[in-house]
């Protein structure tokens, strides 16, 4: 599909990557870019249509697909980490990650979809990380909700190519935001990540690897798990180092 004149609406909009998605869009010519977060008044950018969304409150989510049924693009951004872990972190906060960004996006797409296929198709992506394909001591519920939002991308892929819908999965290490603050490593700019992903959108891709640490732990998949966790904690000594 092409970006140009398209209607997008993009959750998590107010900050970070999602407010990169948000400004890149206009920039590309979308016709109307629907800009959410929870609380509407936290959204800044100039030339967009703000709607209030909460992507793990049904109702929410039922409201603003309403708002905006003339959508082509849905960009499924919102997201959160709880440095969480599986066995000793607290089960609410693991919970809370899978609401977030597995359900979430989930909820936005099934809502939505009828849209899409009203509109000619459209295009789905589904903001994803590295993480999808390996654990970290200290974030293995982060690991888990998008291990799972990987799963669901490649599965509602399969049921919306019937009314002609792209749904593209975007992997990236880290990226320069709030959430990465702590991290001393090479970080993407959101910027250049939201035009990787609307590249990829234009030219039809399933995937996008959004730079080489994702393409690196990605082409690790092959390796035993023993290889592979090893492999990781080699290269994220590296980053550190770097």
Known sequence: MD???????VTGANRGLGRAF?????DRGARKVYATARR????????????????T???SVRAAAEAASDVTLLVN????????????GPLDDVRHELETNLFGSLTMIRELAPALAANGGGAVVNVLSA????????????????????????GVRLELAG?????TAVHLGLADTDMSAG?????IAPSDLADAALDGVEAGSAEVLADQWSRDVKARLLLTPEERDAATARGLAAMSAG
């Open 3 to 9: 970006i140009n004149n398209s209607v997008a609406l």
């Open 22 to 26: 948000a400004q890149r869009l206009l």
């Open 40 to 55: 509407a008044g936290t959204v800044d950018l100039p030339g967009v249509e703000v709607l209030a969304l909460d992507v």
């Open 57 to 59: 409150d049904p109702a």
């Open 77 to 88: 951004n919102a997201g959160i980490t709880t440095g969480t872990n599986l066995v000793t």
């Open 131 to 154: 993480m999808s394909w390996f654990g970290l001591d200290g974030a293995n519920a982060y690991h888990l909700s998008k291990a799972a939002a990987w799963a669901m991308t490649n």
């Open 163 to 167: 009314q002609g819908t792209l749904v």
């Open 183 to 187: 991290w001393s490593v090479d970080k």
